[in-house]
């Protein structure tokens, strides 16, 4: 028994002995674990690759003063063969879309501080812009001379939309305004209750006879009357689950996209669904998703996940017809379709072609070396790419 006691601090002393020798080495584990992480959770590095297509570009033009962190996805919209982009130092330019030629542009002066957060809505001879202040400005769109200004109860950071004599905007605080489009009166306005923690940016509405279609920071879809603004009916697309707010962030964030009679709207949640626009019936989900828009072909429905796969879904199944994770983590813009090509940008400044066929990388060409947040639009087989610095790039396939 003696013995065994005098061998007890002779074996602590042996074990830690060994244990401060092995401290670095310990230490060096974890900080593998560490760097391994932080590698996991890094952008993935562009790869080379061969080339299969060229785009060329056509014109570039200076907006002045970009988004930068607003977190608002700016980007032009097209209208009678011109280019209509906002800035956020109180600025909206008119571009011819061929030649970028500036055919007009509006300030909003230096003793007013707009800010202009959304990209513009266009129609019916209007182009029409919100602020950080909530502040609606309607410009004639031949001109460029203000038309009339409104005042919303919250932020403006998605493209107001103008049909039916009406301008439609959504403000950050749910509510959806409607505003006559000769005078800038206020016609209705309907409420939808925010979750305590959503994405920041909000989807642009959509609409068809007699119906708006508005996508929600709590996961839904829903379905106001354009005359009035009384619900017909609300669709669940992302289900806010989790332990968490972070985790229960469902929103849908990309504009619903009108194909047909079919409606197809995509959440935060890698959750994108058709529904039957008239009825709101559901017709499929497919368990992939994201926020920034669509892109729909003749072939399928191109969409971008949070982690940077592109997906290209088939529009009567939903199933993945091909996959590309190639950008993973790159902080993809949703996709447009140009040509025979799927389109985003991401955070690097960098534009992707990706084959519509298979998902194989086909070009890649760098604007400006700012991120790029809003959707890429394609017009007269023109793509548009608007960074956060107010850079917008025209391309053409050659």
Not at 319 to 339: E, H, M
Request: glycine share 14%; proline share 5%; with cysteine.
């Amino acid at each position: 028994m003696a013995r065994t006691h005098m061998l007890r601090p002779a074996l602590v002393a042996g074990l830690l002995v060994v244990a401060l020798s092995g401290c670095s080495t310990i230490k060096g584990w974890f900080a593998g674990k560490d760097a391994a992480a932080k590698k996991a959770a890094e952008p993935a590095e562009l790869v080379d690759f061969e080339a299969t297509v060229h785009p060329a570009e056509i014109w570039s033009a200076n907006l002045g003063e970009g988004e930068r962190r607003i977190g608002a996805r700016q980007g032009p919209v097209v209208l009678d063969g011109r280019v209509f982009a906002a800035a956020t130092e109180d600025r909206v330019t008119a571009l011819d879309l061929q030649t970028g030629r500036e055919v007009w542009q509006f300030r909003g002066g230096k003793d007013e501080s707009l800010r202009l957060a959304g990209g513009p809505g266009a129609g019916e001879g209007l182009v029409v812009v919100g602020s950080l202040t909530g502040d609606v400005i309607a410009l004639d769109a031949g001109s460029g001379s203000e038309r009339w200004r409104a005042k919303v109860t919250s932020e403006v950071i998605a493209a107001p939309l103008v049909t039916q004599g009406t301008v439609f905007v959504r403000s950050n605080d749910g509510r959806i305004s409607a505003f006559d489009a000769t005078n800038g009166e206020r016609r209705w306005f309907n409420e939808h209750e925010l979750p305590a923690l959503t994405i920041r940016g909000n989807a642009p509405l959509a609409w068809a006879p007699g119906v708006l279609f508005s996508g929600n920071d709590d996961g839904t879809l829903s379905a106001p009357a354009l005359q009035d603004g009384r619900a017909l009916w609300q669709q669940t697309i992302g289900t806010p689950d989790g332990r968490t707010e972070l985790e229960r962030m469902a929103d849908v964030d990309s504009a619903p996209l009108i194909d047909g009679t079919q409606l197809f709207v995509s959440s935060f949640k890698n959750r994108t669904v058709s529904i039957d626009g008239p009825t709101g019936r559901p017709m499929w989900q497919s368990e992939h998703g994201g926020i920034g828009g669509m892109g729909v072909a003749s072939a399928g429905l191109a969409v971008s996940s949070p982690a940077g796969t592109v997906y290209l879904l088939d529009k009567t199944s939903g199933a993945a017809l091909w996959s590309q994770p190639v950008l993973a983590r790159r902080s993809l813009t949703g996709p447009a379709v140009q040509g025979d090509y799927v389109v985003v940008g991401d955070f690097d400044g960098y534009v992707h072609w990706l084959r519509l066929s298979d998902g194989a990388q086909a070009a890649r060409e760098r604007v400006g070396g700012k991120a790029i947040k809003a959707q890429p639009v394609v017009v007269d087989g023109i793509l548009l790419v608007q960074n956060v610095e107010g850079g917008l790039t025209a391309f053409r396939l050659d």
